[in-house]
């Protein structure tokens, strides 16, 4: 009997032991009395300090690099593996595309449990004590993978209750070259951001944390490295939102109405094909049930030729368009090559949105019908009474003697290069009415001319 005792304690004994050796301590830098006081002091006072593996920046804004953020290096490994056996799952819109696992919060591995205890007690006191902040025992935490092409585009973590941001990374040897660097953003007097200002390498066991404001815009750069992955835990800490200010607004789009172009504009431009009756409703019940559509040979092919080499010989000016968090592309300014400008009168001519009325259904034009009178039965829709463009030189009041609205366009051409995008906002000023964005493609890679009609 007494030896089955022996037996259970050395069993309970060697259970408790294994749990006392999966343990996370803080670095013993965060411990140091003096090092704290110097780090609350340069914090209060938005100045630069290094102490000892602590480094604090308020350019662009408050942020903090802690290197060796684990003191006992060896728990990093048994963590890194416990999170690669983790389930994760794309995510990927306009903003972002990386691997994420779920919520850490619940998970019961003894490394990853360990790490959330020293985030969530002892690193949130120290954090606390640093920056006057009061937290709340809240705390969001999950793993994301990033690898070759993942990224996450310009954004300011702005949610409500988010105080603090933090990233603990654990990755391999990392440098510039192999990109996911986690670049920081200046901001005008608008609270927008501006240019990348700083870009911090990820290296092993090092946490960066910065305060969620109104200006904390970042991005983490596209992952050049096809054989690495970017594996990092982060998460933020709670507390009182700083307030913000109100948020800033695109001017809308200067629209135009068409130009008076007649038909002849298009025998000149497109491809006959599409001018036919026929294949012009066959396209439109396919827009009808997709809401878009690819034409391919749009246009002739002796004008298609001649754009791409105006676009290929011709210098043009272009300017590059921001802000960040909501779009980086270049557009063309100034004057354009001969058949560029012709092209784009094409696309703002008034049979133009006759044409495009033809092959979507939607009223671009007075000539067109209503949506209404589109949808009285099949008939209507096989005996070629759709309107042709010859009908815009003889109708060309009418639309002024019926009160009917014109619709409009705005257009440009852009040039695109590797790491531009636009992003979608809900209130972006082209996105508060029903519009038809148009892209014609000019093959020359990374060109294209778009046009947006609003209805």
């Not at 819109?93 to 619940?106: A, V």
């Not at 360990?114 to 969530?120: E, P, S, Y």
């Not at 049979?351 to 039965?377: I, M, Q, W, Y």
């Not at 972006?428 to 294209?448: I, K, M, N, V």
Request: glycine share 6%; with cysteine; net charge negative.
């Amino acid at each position: 009997m007494s030896g089955k005792r022996r037996q259970a304690g050395e069993k309970d004994g060697g259970s408790k032991k294994g749990r006392r050796q999966v343990k996370a301590e803080l670095s013993a830098a965060l411990g140091l009395q003096a090092g704290r006081e110097e780090a609350t002091r340069a914090w209060e006072k938005r100045e630069v300090a290094q102490c000892g593996s602590v480094v604090l920046d308020p350019v662009p804004f408050q942020h903090c690099i802690i290197h060796s953020f684990i003191e006992n290096s060896e728990f990093l490994d048994g963590l890194k593996e416990e999170l690669l056996a983790l389930s994760f799952h794309e995510k990927s819109n306009d903003l972002y595309k990386f691997q994420q696992s779920e919520d850490l919060k619940s998970r019961k591995e003894p490394h990853i449990s360990a790490l959330r205890h020293v985030l969530f007690v002892d690193f949130r006191q120290w954090l606390s004590e640093v920056t006057h902040v009061e937290l709340d025992t809240t705390v969001d935490i999950s793993c994301a993978q990033y690898n070759y092409t993942d990224t996450l585009l310009c954004h300011d973590d702005e949610l409500e209750g988010r105080r603090f941001a933090f990233i603990l990374y654990l990755v391999p040897d990392w440098c510039e070259a192999d990109g996911g660097t986690l670049d920081l953003y200046s901001t005008d007097d608008r609270t927008q951001p501006g240019s990348i200002v700083k870009s911090l390498v990820p290296s092993w066991n090092t946490l960066v944390f910065f305060e969620v404001s109104p200006i904390s815009f970042h991005q983490v750069s596209e992952v050049l490295s096809e054989d690495k992955c970017r594996l990092s835990v982060s998460g933020w800490f709670h507390g009182s939102s700083l307030e913000r200010p109100p948020r800033y607004l695109d001017p809308p789009p200067i629209r135009n109405p068409h130009l008076p172009r007649d038909h002849e504009i298009l025998y000149e431009w497109i491809n006959p094909v599409y001018l036919s009756f026929e294949y012009q409703s066959q396209i439109q019940e396919e827009f009808e049930d997709s809401s878009e559509i690819l034409l391919k040979d749009f246009l002739k092919e002796e004008k298609f030729s001649a754009i791409c080499e105006a676009l290929e010989t011709h210098n043009i000016n272009c300017e590059l368009l921001g802000p960040p968090n909501r779009r980086c592309y270049k557009r063309a300014n100034g004057e354009l090559p001969e058949v560029l400008s012709a092209c784009m009168d094409l696309l703002r001519s008034e049979a133009f949105f006759l044409l495009l009325s033809n092959l979507t259904g939607l009223k671009l034009h007075f000539l067109a019908p209503d949506n209404d009178d589109s949808d009285e039965g099949e008939s209507s829709s096989k005996d070629n009474s759709r309107p042709s463009a010859q009908g815009v030189e003889q109708g060309a009041s009418s639309a002024q003697l019926e009160g009917d609205k014109v619709p409009t366009c705005t257009g440009d051409l852009r040039l695109w290069e590797h790491g531009h995008y636009t992003m979608i906002h809900d209130n972006d000023p082209e996105r508060q009415e029903f519009a038809l964005d148009l892209f014609l493609f000019c093959g020359c890679e990374g060109q294209y001319i778009q046009t947006l009609m609003a209805l």
